[in-house]
């Protein structure tokens, strides 16, 4: 048989590891920040009745432009955005890899605040993208001082940042993101996957768009939505973005049955959206569960929580798994991060650790 090493794989490939969240049948999986509630029953009845109007006309090509999916996002999202500022992909990591395709590449750099998103350095390894790992402040956090030094030290032609940030939670405040802005001469890029987890009345990067046409917000509905298995994900940004992206997307990228299936979900935005409440509830209790417990969460505006104080992640880890709950191990020393499920899920979680024991003294921050 063929090993990998024997192919002529393009030599920047050569030793890069694939994306490999585990993907275990477990009772409670709690390891991919998905929404862990089924969406409601009368939605999933509409878009079974979308899709089965879109296979009668599966024989021609969908809309290339995806229009009504772009003018729905656009009512979604307000902030007097319309479907000229709209861009969607397979996920938004599809629009990710497109931006990068668009305005990154060869001899080109993007920068990010580490530990972040595992999938950006993916990204830019798949496109040819040197990517730089920038660092935090104290508690994760990144002060618009920390970022704007990084973005003049190491002139990026892109920054990601991400708001929540995954996959420790910490919110950036509007003044980093402008501060982002004003050092750079690249494209900004926001990654708001986890936006609606955030407290009510927080103000979107999506505020700062108007007269920045280097910024990009991205938002998925793969999280709050309850949608991962759908692959959707878009972003808003000046309208000559989208026009870059237009360069590089496969013709036809969006297929019949997902642009059917996202257009039936987002008739239903409310509905849709239902459970996000119950979910930052669930977050909340983790954070004062985990500290009653000796561990160290930290603050989250997303859907997940990260918590230090864990003697030994990969023994933790497997204790878990071994008791049918799958979390994720992000390669944090001394950490660990687990999802906000249902009442239920959180509570089975909480009780095995609480069964496992306390972390021992060595293991506490
Ligand atoms: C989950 C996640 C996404 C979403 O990816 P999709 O491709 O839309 O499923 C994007 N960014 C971050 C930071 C995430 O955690």
Not at 288 to 310: D, Q
Not at 313 to 320: I, K, R, V
Request: net charge negative; hydrophobic share 45%.
């Amino acid at each position: 048989m063929t090993s990998l090493s024997d192919l002529p794989l393009r030599a920047d490939l050569r030793g890069q590891i694939p994306y490999g969240a585990p993907q275990l049948h477990v009772p409670v999986a709690l390891n991919v920040n998905e929404n862990t509630h089924p969406i409601p029953e009368p939605v999933a009845l509409d878009i079974v009745r979308a899709l089965a109007e879109a296979v009668l006309t599966v024989n021609r090509y969908p809309d290339r432009e995806f229009l009504e999916l772009r003018e729905r996002l656009a009512h979604y999202l307000g902030h007097g955005l319309t479907s000229d500022n709209i861009w969607a992909a397979n996920g938004s990591n599809e629009v990710l890899q497109q931006v990068l395709q668009a305005f990154g590449g060869p001899g080109r750099s993007v920068l990010g605040f580490a530990p972040t998103y595992s999938m950006y350095s993916i990204l830019a390894s798949g496109t040819g993208t040197e990517w730089i790992a920038g660092t935090r402040d104290a508690d994760f956090e990144v002060s618009p001082q920390t970022a704007a030094d990084w973005v003049s030290r190491t002139d990026p032609d892109l920054v990601f940042l991400c708001s929540p940030n995954n996959p420790t939670g910490t919110r950036l405040s509007l003044e980093t993101i402008t501060a982002v802005y004003e050092a750079s001469r690249g494209i900004v890029v926001v990654d708001e996957a986890y936006a609606e987890f955030e407290p009510a009345g927080t103000a979107s990067a999506l505020t700062l768009l108007p007269g920045r046409e280097r910024l990009i917000v991205s938002r998925t509905m793969s999280k709050a939505f309850a949608f991962a298995g759908a692959r959707v994900g878009y972003l808003a940004a000046d309208p000559a973005v989208t026009d870059a992206l237009r360069l590089v997307r496969l013709p036809y990228h969006l297929s019949a049955f997902t642009q059917a299936a996202a257009n039936a979900a987002l008739a239903h935005t409310d509905e849709m959206l239902a459970m996000v409440d119950d979910i930052r509830g669930q977050r909340d209790r983790l954070v004062v569960e985990l500290a009653r417990l000796g561990y160290s969460p930290y603050e989250s505006g997303s859907n997940f929580v990260l918590f230090g104080g864990v003697a030994d992640p990969h023994a933790l880890f497997e204790a878990l798994l071994a008791q049918g709950i799958l979390i994720r191990d992000v390669g944090i020393a001394g950490h660990l991060r687990v999802s906000a499920g249902t009442a239920a899920e959180t509570t089975v979680f909480l009780e095995a650790l609480e069964r496992l024991g306390r972390p021992t003294a060595a293991g506490a921050e």
